[in-house]
């Protein structure tokens, strides 16, 4: 006799997350932020306080950028630098029909979701969001991949994501404890904490001074390398600690701040070779331009902002641009005091 089959033991019940109060603190703890369809109210309320919701991006200069790159139904554009897609889901409607964009971005973490993201909220044909893992030195390469001999607007935004600074596990903010990491690609090269201990203090004064304009940056040196040699700085914290500490007592505490910020920028542009990337891009960008093609880019410090402004302006010597801008365009006081990280962009354009 057949034994009948023993019925299906019910599932278990799975208890919603707690949310911890009205402003959790945690990253992990705001999922409501991270899910802006399910708690638009609640997404709005920290849109309003002059913050960036969890997990998110705000797209800085975007009217400006609209104005300046002037997207057309039919037209091939690049946005070199996707990040969440806030520029792109303005961009690439504008597009339609006929129109293509090439979206590239370094980071293999958030590339898949941003990519997700813009397709659910655009009704768009595959063929119109080509999508790249890569940095954007790889420009040329990654047009001729796709059969695009030129480009007709290039929007290359530098700053890093909101999602890489707010996310704890990404070791970029000296704001969070986390792993000190500093990678835009973490499956590729060392993490801060093992690149440090690569460095003699006569570098690390170098890359201080070259990638952030470090006023004591002959203090921070010895102090972040002799540390560093007793105990490996393994956090965002650590690191924080050990510049404070070497700081002068008479140092204020915005100052001291200030100092953290830096050391960390100074260190992330080296990691993630920034300032080479960008060359290769400004060297490469006239000639994947159509003729008439525009090319937008968004700077959020000194050094990168000084590679810019100088190409175009040699690129404009040499007839490689027929224009560019005569002055540095900066985000209204509104959009800072709604986007306070807007505050430090800068804006230039080229046209071939």
Not at 20 to 37: M, N, V, W
Not at 44 to 65: C, D, F, W, Y
Not at 140 to 157: E, K, M, N, V, Y
Not at 266 to 271: M, Q, S, T
Request: hydrophobic letters at 35%.
């Amino acid at each position: 006799m057949e034994s009948s089959p023993s019925p299906a033991s019910p599932e278990k019940h799975q208890r919603r997350p707690r949310y911890r109060g009205t402003h959790p603190r945690k990253f992990h703890e705001k999922y409501k932020e991270h899910d802006p369809l399910k708690h638009p109210d609640l997404v709005q309320k920290v849109l309003e306080s002059g913050k960036t919701p969890a997990g998110t991006h705000r797209p800085i200069m975007v009217n400006e950028i609209l104005e300046i790159l002037d997207p057309q139904p039919g037209q091939t554009a690049v946005d070199a630098t996707l990040g969440y897609g806030g520029h792109t889901s303005q961009i690439l409607p504008r597009l339609l029909p006929g129109g293509r964009l090439l979206a590239i971005d370094t980071d293999p973490v958030e590339l898949p979701k941003t990519e997700a993201r813009l397709r659910s909220l655009i009704d768009l044909p595959p063929e119109a969001l080509l999508v790249c893992h890569s940095n954007f030195a790889a420009l040329p390469r990654l047009l001729a991949a796709q059969g695009i001999t030129g480009a007709d607007l290039i929007l290359a935004d530098l700053g890093c994501s909101s999602m890489q600074f707010d996310d704890p596990a990404r070791g970029f903010s000296y704001k969070l404890a986390g792993p000190l990491d500093l990678r835009m690609n973490p499956n590729k090269g060392k993490p801060a904490s093992e690149w440090l201990g690569s460095l003699t203090a006569e570098k690390l004064v170098d890359i201080l001074r070259d990638n952030a304009d470090e006023p004591q940056a002959d203090l921070l040196a010895p102090a972040i390398v002799n540390a560093h040699a007793r105990q490996p700085i393994a956090t965002t914290t650590q690191l924080s600690r050990v510049i404070m500490d070497a700081l002068h007592r008479n140092s204020s505490d915005d100052e001291k701040v200030d100092t953290v910020r830096r050391v960390f920028q100074a260190l992330r542009i080296e990691i993630n070779a920034e300032y080479g990337v960008l060359d290769l891009f400004l060297r490469y960008l006239p000639d994947c331009l159509n003729e008439g093609g525009r090319v937008a880019i968004l700077t959020f410090h000194s050094g990168e902002d000084r590679r810019v402004k100088h190409a175009f302006q040699n690129g404009l010597r040499e007839g490689r641009y027929t224009a560019i801008a005569e002055e540095v365009q900066r985000p209204t006081r509104d959009e800072i005091h709604a986007n306070p990280r807007a505050s430090s962009a800068k804006l230039r354009w080229a046209r071939k």
